[in-house]
């Protein structure tokens, strides 16, 4: 009996039900899912950007999700890396990266080794990026804030 065992990659940074989805569809088309967390120094690679919530936490959290089997940290750029170290059967991805330059290279390396990449429909409604822009927005309004009970000054 074989068993197949599915890769989802990405980010899960700001943990939202995009997240949640993917990682749902992808353990309904595969035996044993493994949760690829980029790294903070991959995602600074890939991304351009650091992440809100920390590596070690952001494992923490994918890890205890019911579909994940297993949770890694993705410290390589390179796919084909992660492949040769992991040895999956099927490659899941937001269906953003389907048709660019990115997603059809990433297809071509995987036929090469009998993986299969499958796409999932990308959540619209949140996105880290949305998230991220969101929290940017609120940081110069939250620099000059003031508690309304501010204890630091009083007298007890």
Same mark, same amino acid.
């Given at each position: ?29 595969? *035996?044993?899912? &493994? =949760?690829? +967390?980029?790294? $903070?120094? #991959? ?25 994940? *089997?297993?949770? &890694? =940290?993705? +410290?390589?750029? $390179?796919? #084909? ?6 040895r999956f059967d099927v490659y899941f991805k937001g269906d953003d990266w389907k048709g660019t330059e990115r997603g059809r290279l990433l297809e071509r390396q995987f036929a090469e080794v009998g993986v299969d990449v499958v796409y999932f429909p990308y959540t619209v409604s949140t996105s880290s990026t ?27």
């Open positions: 009996m074989t068993r197949t065992v599915g890769y989802a990659g990405g980010a899960f940074d700001l943990f939202h039900i995009g997240h949640l989805n993917i990682l749902k569809h992808a353990k309904s088309q595969c *035996d044993y899912l &493994i =949760a690829g +967390v980029l790294s $903070d120094e #991959m995602l600074l690679v890939t991304k351009g950007a650091v992440p809100v919530v920390p590596l070690a936490e952001r494992l923490e959290i994918v890890r205890h999700i019911a579909f994940v *089997d297993e949770a &890694i =940290a993705e +410290v390589a750029e $390179d796919k #084909m890396d992660t492949w040769r170290t992991l949305a998230l991220r822009l969101a929290l940017k927005a609120l940081a110069p309004n939250a620099a000059g804030h003031r508690p309304v009970h501010d204890y630091s000054n009083s007298e007890r």
